[in-house]
């Protein structure tokens, strides 16, 4: 079983970044680095939501000037797009 964990823990070691890594790097079983990682990425989820309704506003109240020309139109879905 140690063995099996000491793998888990080592495989969850790869497959984070930098940040992530200090913030477990002093556990010593993969269920404690478990615990660590659904606490910091908790909120991911919902601020990805937030920031898409954000985004899909700020589309659907785009509408073309009529003083405005079709380069600056497009130019302001680019910035928005990326």
Do not use: C, P
Not at 12 to 21: K, L
Not at 46 to 75: D, P
């Amino acid at each position: 079983m140690k063995k099996k964990d000491k793998k888990a823990l080592f495989l969850i070691y790869q497959g984070v970044d930098e940040s992530t890594f200090e913030k477990i790097v002093m556990t010593t079983t993969s269920k404690e680095v478990w615990k660590i990682l659904a606490k910091t990425f908790t909120g991911v989820k919902k601020i990805k939501k937030i920031h898409l309704q954000i985004v899909r506003n700020r589309f659907e109240s785009l509408y073309k000037e009529e003083s405005k020309s079709i380069s600056n139109y497009f130019t302001r879905i680019l910035v928005i797009v990326n």
